[in-house]
């Protein structure tokens, strides 16, 4: 009987954590920095979506950011970018996932 208590209480913690991350994932983009279109990648006429893992800092600048996926060249262009972005400030370290788009010319 106390097996089973202890795992509701630990579902219940774990839900709960997931909820207050999920929560603090939400940041506003108060100023964004559009990326620099690659000049090989506009000659290869190379386009998409570049999928980059953003820590914010609790002063709203970006502490960290990875590329997850999209392509190669377009990968360091749209880092570099998304690194001079700001957010609205918070109480705590935030993670936030964000697209961005690169069209051809």
């Excluded at 559009?34 to 998409?48: C, D, F």
């Excluded at 990968?75 to 370290?93: I, L, N, S």
Aim: hydrophobic share 45%; charged share 20%; with cysteine.
């Amino acid at each position: 009987m106390a097996l089973y208590r202890r795992l509701f209480l630990f579902s219940i913690l774990a839900t709960c954590t997931v909820s207050a991350l999920a929560a603090t994932a939400h940041r506003t983009v108060v100023s964004k920095v559009p990326p620099i279109y690659p000049e090989l990648a506009r000659r290869m006429h190379v386009s998409g979506t570049v999928v980059v893992h953003l820590v914010i800092a609790p002063d709203g600048s970006v502490a960290d950011a990875k590329v997850e996926s999209g392509h190669a060249l377009l990968g360091p262009a749209a880092q570099e970018a998304v690194k001079r972005w700001k957010f609205e400030p918070g109480p705590d370290t935030s993670d936030l996932t964000v697209d961005v788009n690169f069209s051809g010319n």
